[in-house]
């Protein structure tokens, strides 16, 4: 593993449906981050983690859920798919989450369709 | 509100010089980041500022003025690959990063 990965690359899920979608990074980024991105709109950040066992909301966390077990997985779980949650989840990690010059690394995105 | 402006489309011809600019009104500022995202892939850096001033990295250049809430980025010589969209970034009070929309840049031969 080089970086993030995400995984799945792509899902069609049928409203309703639970999904987890994966995130591991092996940068031992103290960080990670998960946004969704819209077409029009900029990246929305919906959870984040400073660090492994803590966690907290964005600005759009609602019908999202993600836990922080350890440094490198940051898994983000939509309990009850609805169609305005199809988007593409980009997941990103960064040294530190509690400076101002952190850069952010991202994953490749997972592209989400909920019918 | 947080709020970041950036123009929505932009076309420039290969060799050329574009500006690409950012204006922002958020609560704090922690410094500014300019990404690349090529269509299908994840946004990757390509630089920060915190003080005012240029920032000159090769073919690429970022401007900030804090008092203003006003960046831009300065892509010179311009080749096909540059064609992507470019996004603008705030770090807020809170360590966030709030982004703009982005700005899809088009290169014509």
């Known amino acids: 593993i080089a970086g993030i990965t995400q995984a799945p690359t792509s899902q069609i899920l049928a409203a309703g449906r639970r999904m987890t979608l994966r995130c591991t990074q092996d940068m031992r980024h103290n960080a990670m981050y998960w946004y969704r991105q819209d077409l029009g709109l900029g990246l929305r950040l919906i959870h984040y983690s400073n660090t492994a066992g803590t966690t907290g909301k964005g600005e759009v966390p609602d019908g999202y859920s993600v836990s922080r077990a350890n440094t490198d997985d940051f898994p983000l779980t939509l309990a009850s798919a609805v169609p305005s949650q199809t988007s593409v989840y980009f997941c990103a990690s960064s040294d530190s989450g509690t400076s101002d010059r952190d850069e952010q690394f991202f994953g490749p995105g997972t592209r989400l369709t909920v019918l | 509100g947080q709020n970041i402006d950036q123009p929505t489309e932009m076309t420039a011809t290969e060799g050329a010089i574009v500006q690409i600019n950012c204006t922002y009104q958020?609560?704090?500022?922690?410094?500014l980041f300019w990404y690349q995202q090529h269509a299908g892939e994840a946004p990757t850096f390509l630089s920060y500022?915190?003080l005012d001033g240029l920032e000159e990295k090769g073919r690429f250049s970022s401007f900030l003025s804090r008092s203003k809430g006003y960046s831009y980025l300065l892509l010179k010589e311009l080749q096909m690959k540059d064609s992507a969209s470019y996004l603008c970034a705030v770090v807020d009070s809170n360590y966030q990063l709030i982004w703009g929309a982005g700005t899809k840049l088009i290169i014509k031969p």
């Open positions: 500022n915190v």
């Open positions: 958020t609560s704090g500022f922690n410094g």
